[in-house]
């Protein structure tokens, strides 16, 4: 099983999405012309005790092996890394990048599955860049079998940062690149996209749950912490990728008040909250209108908008 493999052009993606909480099912369908279309959001409460016994119960329900599935790792289940891409044949560019994580992981990188991302670089740049996606085999193995177990054929595995990306390229402006930066219960997830690829991603240490908190003062240091990483994660793109202009930062929804004023009054780049109305048809899935659901099935809808006509 890849991160990124090839999906067959069949009518959307249904993806799951597991997280402390419960389960995320969404299904979205892109049209040639038109927004893409979500054509199904459903949420099951769980706790991980009771997790296989709901995933039986989605597959059943759902139908879902009627839909091409993927799943979304949690944000502490793999590593994301940026290396220098080895110059070698394509066909042994996995096998060149695994040695050179050998020192990278916490694990011994014959225990991992690791898969590969392109950075588009600029004509006569040097030092191309890739991605790097690492997993414990343990973890694959552990997540592969939950779904077998509940008589699910899931096709691909993906990660967060790729479903952000699939939101976020919808809303590029032409010829500039788009940061985003969303939160959950894992953490924050800072990335930037330009016609279409990935080419940062970075993690911030702040909850959801923090990010909310009633406190004044702890709220106000969460705001603080996160202003001051993406003033240097951004400026960092700046210096490395300055041949991509970002436009501008869009904050997926989050439910705490004042947070993206505060971003706005703080950073040198306009600032953005995100309605996914302006991006997705939303109107067979009314629950959606409220921004708390759109943060809950963030993830589970950019996972459904894998591409059909261009690998991820």
């Known amino acids: 099983m890849k991160f990124f493999s090839k999906p067959r052009k069949l009518s959307g993606w249904l993806s799951i999405a597991i997280s402390g909480e419960g389960v995320c099912a969404a299904h979205v369908v892109r049209g040639p012309t038109s927004r893409p279309e979500v054509r199904m959001a459903r949420f099951f409460s769980t706790d991980r005790k009771a997790l296989p016994e709901v995933l039986e119960k989605i597959g059943r329900d759902l139908r879902v092996n009627n839909f091409n599935c993927s799943t979304l790792l949690a944000g502490g289940e793999y ?19 695994r040695w050179r994580l050998k020192d990278l992981l916490d694990f ?4 991992a599955t690791i898969d590969v991302l392109d950075i588009p670089s600029s004509t006569g740049a040097r030092g191309h860049q890739l991605f790097a996606v690492a997993a414990h085999n343990s973890m694959i193995e552990k997540r592969q079998n939950l779904f ?22 919808l809303l590029e402006p032409q010829g500039r690149g788009l940061a985003m930066v969303s939160f959950s219960h894992d953490g ?67 439910g705490a008040p004042g947070f993206v004023d505060f971003l706005s009054t703080n950073l040198y780049m306009p600032v953005e909250s995100l309605d996914l109305h302006s991006v997705l048809d939303m109107s067979a ?15 589970a809808l950019g996972a459904a908008l894998r591409d059909e006509e261009q690998p991820a």
């Open 285 to 299: 899935v009314p629950q959606l209108e409220n921004p708390l659901e759109q943060q809950r099935f963030f993830m």
């Open 108 to 111: 011994p990188v014959d225990k």
């Open 188 to 254: 924050g997830l800072l990335t930037v996209s330009f016609e279409g690829e990935l080419y940062l991603s970075r993690r911030i240490d702040v909850t959801l749950d923090q990010l909310r908190d009633a406190d004044a003062d702890r709220k106000q240091i969460c705001f603080d912490k996160i202003t001051l990483e993406l003033q240097r994660s951004l400026d960092h793109f700046d210096r490395q990728y300055n041949y991509v202009s970002v436009a501008k930062l869009v904050v997926a929804p989050t």
């Open 148 to 169: 077998v177990d509940a008589r699910i054929r899931m096709r691909t595995i993906d990660i967060p940062e790729m479903a952000q990306r699939n939101i976020s390229a």
């Open 79 to 97: 590593h994301t890394l940026s290396v220098e891409a080895p110059a070698v044949p394509a066909e042994e560019l996995k096998t060149a990048v």
